[in-house]
């Protein structure tokens, strides 16, 4: 999947499909950015959040002595394999339109800019990986029914909790607008969002221009 077409939204219902074990929309969502490369776990968030919402996917409380909401597909959403439907999906939000090039303007020293790429770049891989060993971890020490392991570099502790959540689209569908405006606070933030084009490299042996938005 080397960019969002008409067929995203496919591949990601058939990719969930395939798996054995049904997962959390947080899981999926780095399963997804994982396997796919070309977008971000937020982006697949909102992608699974799209298909949800279009009763592609559904969620199922699966726990039994304290909630575990996994995903899975609907009879929609496996008919839509099935059949190999088109999703229509929004992907506007994904995408900056207006822009100039960052060699027209000096904003950010070119240096600082590289090392953040390379630094963004590391990070990105490192957390995926730490995600797939937490993960494996926690199934081995749950199918084992291990609390505890001790090592001579670290200690490890596993065990489950209730974490009761209020989804937000739920919250705004079922409370009142006058309850939302006494309750709503906002709070203004500086967001810096990054999307790794490709492999530096590449990108200087394909002259990808640098652009920065103008907003």
Do not use: W
């Not at 995926?128 to 505890?148: F, H, S």
């Amino acid at each position: 999947m080397s960019t969002f077409t008409n067929k995203t939204g496919l591949q990601i219902l058939d990719f969930i499909n395939s798996q054995n074990i049904n997962y959390g929309r947080n899981n999926f969502s780095k399963m997804i950015s994982h396997k796919f490369k070309e977008f971000s776990i937020q982006n697949a968030k909102d992608l699974l959040l799209q298909l949800t919402q279009q009763e592609y996917l559904k969620e199922m409380n699966i726990g039994t002595h304290f909630p575990m909401i996994v995903l899975s597909l609907t009879e929609k959403g496996r008919a839509a394999v099935t059949n190999h439907e088109e999703i229509f999906l929004d992907f506007k939000k994904f995408y900056t339109n207006s822009f100039t090039s960052a060699a027209d303007v000096s904003i950010v020293d070119k240096d600082i800019l590289e090392e953040y790429y390379h630094i963004k770049r590391e990070l990105t891989e490192l957390q995926k990986r730490e995600e797939e060993l937490k993960d494996t971890i926690k199934n081995a020490m749950t199918e084992k029914n291990v609390n505890e392991l001790h090592f001579a570099f670290m200690d490890l502790y596993c065990k489950k909790a209730e974490r009761v959540t209020y989804p937000k689209e739920k919250i705004e569908q079922y409370v009142s607008e006058d309850i939302l405006s006494r309750i709503r606070t906002v709070n203004e933030i500086i967001i810096l969002t990054t999307k790794i084009r490709a492999d530096k490299e590449q990108a200087d042996d394909k002259n990808i221009p640098v652009k920065s938005s103008t907003e």
